[in-house]
RNA sequence: CGGGGUGUAGCGCAGCUUGGUUAGCGCGCUUGACUGGGGGUCAAGAGGUCGGGGGUUCGAAUCCCCCCACCCCGACCA
């Protein structure tokens, strides 16, 4: 998303950089990754000597690695403090207590880290803050006068995830960035609303900086409505996430979330096929293997999910049946648009057996056979011509469905059955915001994620203060995230080429990276020093290599841990009067650059 | 949680089918020599509870049982 962002120098002589010296660190590279490393990011960041692995999805973070997250901190400090938010910081370590109010623990389920002390009291290492930050604000704050505020912390997180994967990218303790607003209103000055774009320009600035390519793309909404969410995603073929894009509006949004134009719906009135046929499929796990056995492929199949209706919707229906093509999606949250209901839930299998419903074989036809139940038909599935679909007892699924023939009078009944949109939108779907645009699929590691909570928490946990008007008001929130720890690992992801990391100067460990030939001669001691300490008063951040190795292995290495800019001091240069200046993104040999203008071409070069 | 796979030296692997000297190889590491601008050569070394426990057997890295760890696909994921 492009945003006006102010281009901000990478480095400055306000602030002195670093020297360090190869010999004095921890950088152990290696020719091999281990084998259980797939993703580029996490092979890159082993052998480059950043990370190393201690159990399923928790890592050493190594001096480099320490360094590169301490750069990308800085970036959203910087930023943070820019847009208003103020930084403080909060224990891991949560009474579970805390939790009484708001049941999250439940809603975290196994996800959640617990430990007994030795009192026998339980606790849990946070997963995230909500509850610990608006328990120090209620004992904080007590007037209206003393708000909004926006408060952060760059903090390690906690979530025991049933699959950590992919090194960095999805793990059990990682870092995060993760603020929190507090408002009396939503709309106007001080409002809810304000810090919400406040953040999100901050994000863009944020990601703009850290020289990553990323979508900013609307997410499941949050109580509120409307465009309450927003996912950072880095655009990366690897990424976990799909997100859609209308090329022409600009519009983008994750799987969940986004919507489609107008597709064309069928009339259901269009006659039978043949005759409804049944065919025995026992013990198949999908539709697919369901469609080879009947010899129908998955998109002339209807797949039939069952859901059910929370008893305080009080609806005419508890149960709602969705039905897509086979080769379809259903999205929930479509499926509560389109029947009008705020809270459903994937039907208890035992209980939606109880009902009478043939989980696994569930036919459109259990409308009627069913009480209490809506149909809604996708636009595509409610075509005519020839269905296979489930047979609505065990083990059988059958051809030659037909709506009108098998349905029938509850088709017109708009309070039993509805087409529309229900499923997740596909590349190729009409776009929701330009007419004759289409959608385009894209993959995407989410980075950030900012979101309007409204008043979620304040309710569960009973934070509210009085207003001017001496009104006692729920204080609304907003909550927003980063992950720090995986955007340096998106960072790789997207930076790196067959040698190993590229990195963006903002958050490369060092700038540059000077290579003695010789590490013992004194001459290029000398040189060495000199050119460094120049950078160092530029603010540039500089690394020696001064280990006794061959050229060979240093070359190597140098490429590895991808530094933007290689300084060479050998002989060959220095016959010349020059170093060997070298971009790791440059695929030559360098050019040779006299003493006297290297900082200036370093400095160029950073930040430019 | 379901499916698949892997555990042998710091890293990458062979050996296991068909049990049998002292468990091998490459990289890395140590020492020495030669070398010296893209992971160099030669020589000599160090380094192992064969993931753990139990069982079968005269004898187990190898066969059987249980457990653990890690990876991949899926489900899940404020």
Redesign the pocket.
């Known amino acids: 998303m492009t945003t006006g962002t102010t281009k901000k120098a990478v480095v400055s002589s306000v602030r002195s950089g670093v020297c360090h010296r190869w010999s004095k660190s921890l950088i ?12 580029p990011s ?1 092979i890159l960041l082993h ?1 480059a000597g950043y990370i190393r ?1 201690v ?4 890592y050493d973070y190594l001096p480099l690695a320490h360094r590169v997250l301490n750069k990308v901190g800085d970036i959203v400090r910087e930023e943070m403090d820019a847009a208003g938010a103020t930084e403080l910081l909060m224990p891991a370590l949560e009474p579970f207590e805390l939790f009484e109010g708001t049941k ?1 623990h439940e ?5 959640l880290f617990r430990l007994e002390d030795r009192k026998g009291r339980l606790n849990a290492l946070a ?2 803050h ?1 509850e610990v930050i608006t328990h120090l604000m209620m004992g904080s704050v007590s007037s209206y006068k003393q708000l909004p505020l926006n408060l952060y912390q760059v903090q390690t ?1 906690f ?1 025991d ?7 960095l990218l ?1 793990c059990r303790e990682f870092i ?1 960035k ?1 603020a929190y607003s507090f408002h009396m209103h939503v709309e106007g000055p001080g409002g809810l609303n304000e810090a919400y774009d406040a953040m999100y320009r901050a994000y863009t600035n944020i990601f703009t900086r850290c020289g990553l390519d990323f979508t900013a793309v609307e997410a ?1 909404s ?1 109580p509120i409505g409307g465009s309450a ?1 927003h996912e950072f995603m880095v655009n990366c073929a690897s990424g ?2 799909t997100i859609l894009k209308c090329p022409v509006s600009g519009y983008a949004a994750n799987v969940e979330k986004c919507e489609t134009g107008e597709r064309p719906k069928g009339t259901l009135q269009e006659p039978p096929t043949g005759e409804w046929t049944e065919v025995h499929t026992p013990n198949l ?1 999908g539709i697919t293997e369901v469609g080879k056995a009947m010899g129908v492929k998955p998109e002339r199949m209807l797949k039939t999910i069952v859901f059910s209706v929370d008893e305080g919707e009080g609806k005419s229906f508890k149960w709602i049946i969705a039905t897509v093509r086979g080769d379809h ?1 259903v999205n929930e949250g479509k499926v509560k648009t389109l029947a009008g209901v705020k809270k459903i839930a ?1 039907a208890d299998e035992k209980a939606a057996r109880a009902a009478g419903f043939a989980i696994g074989y569930v036919s459109p036809k259990c409308v009627n056979a069913v009480p209490g139940t809506l149909l809604l038909i996708d636009a595509d599935a409610s075509h005519g011509g020839f269905w296979a679909t489930g047979a609505d007892k065990a083990d059988y699924h059958a051809k030659h469905f037909n709506w009108r023939r098998d349905v029938g009078a509850a088709l017109d009944d708009s309070g039993r059955v509805k087409v529309g949109d229900v499923r997740n939108a596909l590349e190729g779907d009409p776009s929701p915001r330009a007419a004759g645009s289409k959608l385009v699929t894209g993959r995407g590691i989410e980075v950030g ?1 900012i ?1 309007k ?1 409204g008043t ?1 928490y304040s309710d569960a946990m009973g934070f509210a203060i009085l207003d001017a008007t001496q009104q006692k008001k729920s204080v609304i929130m907003g ?3 980063i ?1 720090v720890s995986r955007t340096m690992a998106a960072s790789v992801e997207q930076n790196n080429d067959a ?2 990391i590229c990195w963006p100067a903002p958050i490369a460990p060092y700038h540059v990276l000077i ?1 003695l ?2 590490p013992e001669d004194p001459k290029q001691q000398e040189i060495a020093g000199k050119i460094s300490c120049e950078l160092v008063g530029k603010g540039i951040d500089v690394l020696i290599d001064d280990r ?13 841990i991808g530094l933007p800019i ?1 300084l ?7 016959e010349q009067g020059g170093v ?1 200046y ?1 971009t790791r993104r440059d695929t030559g ?2 050019e040779v650059v006299p003493i006297a203008d290297v900082t200036a071409k370093c400095l160029a070069a950073i930040n430019g």
């Open positions: 152990p590279t290696t020719r091999e990754a281990p084998n259980d490393a797939e993703t996490h052998r692995q159990g399923a999805g928790i999250r809603d975290y389920g196994a996800n997963p995230t909500e997180k979530r995830e049933a699959r950590p994967r992919a090194g999805r995060m993760d499941e949050g969410s976990e996430d796990p999606d994937m994620h979101f909570l979620k909550c927003y995230g992950g040698n190993g290579t030939m010789k006794d190795e061959r050229a060979g292995v240093k070359f190597k290495d140098a490429d590895l290689r060479t001091l050998g002989d060959k240069a220095l060997e070298k040999k360098g």
